[in-house]
């Protein structure tokens, strides 16, 4: 019996709901997205999973998956115009982009994907159900409308970014959606459907850095320095992008959330009374990576042998290793993670580090080969390039992860029931640091001060060796306050597994959002 057959019962194909997926071409939205495809899959809807060349190529493992254990899931692979926009030939995912002025028009690109999809969607039976896209694929809503169906969006931000974004985003259409802060806070009122402005010029009347920003209203205390907010994404040339995306997420009426209800419930239940949307928390989606072969394959080939790295890992104690891994976008300036590197070093601990630093920074590479690596050797795994995050983090012998904060990221360490040390770069990772480290209790912070732009160089050093040696210490100190932290992320582990096993919320959530997408598109067919 295949997957889809288990759950879905003796649907025939014309009693099944077709949900289409457009995710954005990063990683960190991508695989959640292919995540998302197998889980409505297993539910028993029908998938189109919209991609490029490229993309496909990377998440071959996936499709193979999918393909061996009869998903229904049809990987539709369009052409991506990047010439035609002034991208470099095969240039298809925004962690290929050379510079963040190319932004611009690989957005461009995206949009054009608009036709070929639509004349791609003409030929389905069953016709499309509803499309989950991207936030950043506003070109996506005419489609929808095209076709009278809803369109879903999802931005791959946990619950409590998504409502700390929520109160500053819509009354200004000068910045990019992964702005967690401008200028001002704004609620919608979805009774008289408008942005109400309750909180104007927010970081310009703040002179000093250090002072601290208050999120008026927000359901638990939250406050970041005016440094660790991320403000405006500066790329230029994108306004009226934003605004067709400001536009567009305005007009869907549901929200998909990477989460599960009984880790934020608090803040899912103040997003949809603020926005009037309907939120389906479908989370945590990489728990339908199973077995290790998936768990390996996910979002790229991995750079390093899984078996060995399993064999490496196998010959550790359990609860001894620390993850480093800094998601697939983040860049951390070599002088800073040679200081991390020296940290890891003195703290002693065992320690698996990803580094992607490779051709960009030769220096660190020199720096590794001459005597780093040799001194570590016994303790220390070092894998450059694409790592099989998920696969590692799971494995016994992890202890604590450090992580830059990516949602993604978090949720897999909360999945993991690991605690972790906290270092966030940029946009909504330091809104996600204040969820582990004030709310669930969970992590550490390393101390990162400041916010590193998206496509800016980091230029000094600033967590030092000393800040990582005592943040692993806490992490793993025997005192009472940290058993207790690694008892909490262990509960979280059990909590977020028990959502997506049979009868738990975000298994049943699976289970509604086709139901109410199927009775949608027939009251309105
Ligand atoms: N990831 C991975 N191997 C890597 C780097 C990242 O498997 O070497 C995965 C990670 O498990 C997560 C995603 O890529 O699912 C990164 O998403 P996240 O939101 O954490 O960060 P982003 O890359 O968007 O900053």
Not at 67 to 94: M, S, W
């Amino acid at each position: 019996t295949s997957a889809g057959q288990a759950l879905s019962g003796s649907l025939d194909a014309s009693e099944r709901t077709h949900f289409v997926l457009v995710p954005l071409m990063a990683q960190g939205h991508t695989i959640p997205m292919t995540d998302m495809a197998c889980l409505l899959a297993k539910h028993g809807a029908q998938v189109s999973f919209i991609t490029t060349p490229v993309n496909a190529s990377r998440m071959a493992g996936f499709i193979t998956h999918a393909a061996e254990t009869g998903l229904t899931i049809q990987f539709v692979e369009l052409h991506f115009p990047a010439v035609e926009f002034g991208l470099p030939d095969g240039c298809e995912n925004a962690d290929m982009l050379q510079s963040i002025d190319q932004f611009k028009n690989f957005m461009e690109a995206c949009a054009a994907l608009r036709d070929p999809l639509r004349a791609y969607l003409r030929q389905q039976h069953p016709s499309p159900t509803c499309i989950i896209s991207d936030v950043s694929h506003w070109w996506t809503g005419d489609i929808a409308r095209e076709f009278g169906i809803p369109r879903l969006s999802f931005n791959g931000f946990c619950g409590f970014a998504y409502l700390a974004r929520i109160k500053e985003k819509y009354q200004s259409e000068n910045y990019y959606s992964t702005t967690v802060l401008s200028n001002s806070v704004s609620v919608y009122t979805p009774v008289s459907n408008r942005y109400m402005i309750v909180h104007d010029n927010l970081l310009e009347n703040v002179e000093n850095e250090n002072d601290i920003i208050n999120f008026p209203g927000f359901p638990t205390p939250l406050e970041l320095t005016k440094a660790r907010c991320p403000g405006t994404i500066s790329v230029n040339g994108v306004e009226q992008i934003r605004k067709n995306m400001n536009e567009e997420e305005m007009r869907s009426t549901d929200v998909v959330i990477n989460t599960f209800q009984e880790l934020e419930a608090l803040y899912i239940e103040s997003f949809e009374q603020i926005t009037g949307k309907k939120v389906w928390t479908v989370g945590p989606m990489c728990l339908c990576n199973q077995d290790n072969n998936t768990m390996a394959a996910r979002g790229n080939k991995a750079s390093v042998d899984e078996a060995q790295c399993l064999r490496w890992l196998d010959s550790m104690k359990p609860g001894s290793v620390i993850f480093v891994s800094f998601g697939s976008l983040a860049c951390t300036a070599p002088q800073q993670l040679v200081e991390l590197g020296l940290g890891l070093e003195a703290s002693k601990k065992p320690f698996i580090w990803v580094i992607k630093a490779g051709d960009k920074f030769p220096e660190v590479e020199e720096w590794l080969a001459e005597g780093f690596e040799e001194r570590v050797k016994d303790r220390g795994l070092i894998i450059r390039g694409w790592a099989p995050q998920v696969m590692i983090l799971w494995h016994k012998a992890i202890a604590g992860f450090m992580t830059h904060c990516g949602w993604n990221s978090t949720i897999e360490g909360i999945c993991a029931g690991t605690p972790m040390i906290t270092w966030p770069h940029f946009a909504e990772q330091f809104v996600n640091e204040r969820l582990v480290v004030d709310v669930l209790k969970t992590g550490v912070e390393v101390g990162v001060k400041a916010v590193t732009q998206w496509g800016q160089e980091q230029t000094e050093v600033t967590v030092t060796r000393d800040a990582v040696e005592t943040a692993v210490s806490k992490l793993m100190d025997k005192g009472e306050a940290a058993e207790e932290m690694r008892m909490r992320a262990k509960e979280f582990g059990v909590k977020a597994r028990r959502a997506l096993e049979e009868g738990g919320s975000s298994y049943n959530n699976i289970n509604l959002l086709i139901q109410e997408m199927g009775n949608r598109a027939n009251a309105s067919g």
